[in-house]
């Protein structure tokens, strides 16, 4: 029998471009998930709404400046960074930005933990 070797890890999707749930819910839950360590490698993918959100808040910049700092990966949709013209100023705050369609098939496919705000 295989053992996942992936059950430690965990992509937290943050859809919502409600300023609520991102900062009392979503990126209050990614923060802790790592700092805790109850997860070792945690991903947080700016998807959509959010995108445009985190773009126009700086507050939630900050946050997520903390959060990369603390060793959260954080990923973007290129194309909803694209549609909402903030792909420049994602690259600045040093997220990954990129084709997200199969890279977050890829780590639903190798067994990650997914969460969804």
């Keep these: 029998m295989k053992m996942n070797t992936n059950t430690n890890k965990i992509v937290v999707l943050w859809t919502s471009g409600d300023p609520e749930v991102a900062e009392k819910v979503c990126l209050m839950y ?6 805790n360590s109850w997860f070792e490698q945690v991903v947080l993918v700016v ?7 985190l773009s126009e808040n700086p507050m939630l910049q900050t946050k997520i400046k903390a959060m990369q700092e603390l060793g959260v990966q954080v990923e973007a949709c290129k194309r909803c960074t694209d549609t909402y013209g903030v792909t420049a100023q994602f690259e600045k705050m040093n997220i990954d930005v990129k084709g ?17 705000f």
């Design 47 to 53: 998807w959509g709404p959010s995108a445009k959100l």
């Design 100 to 116: 997200m369609g199969e890279e977050l098939s890829d780590y639903l496919k190798d067994g990650w933990h997914s969460l969804s």
């Design 30 to 35: 990614t923060e802790a998930a790592k700092k």
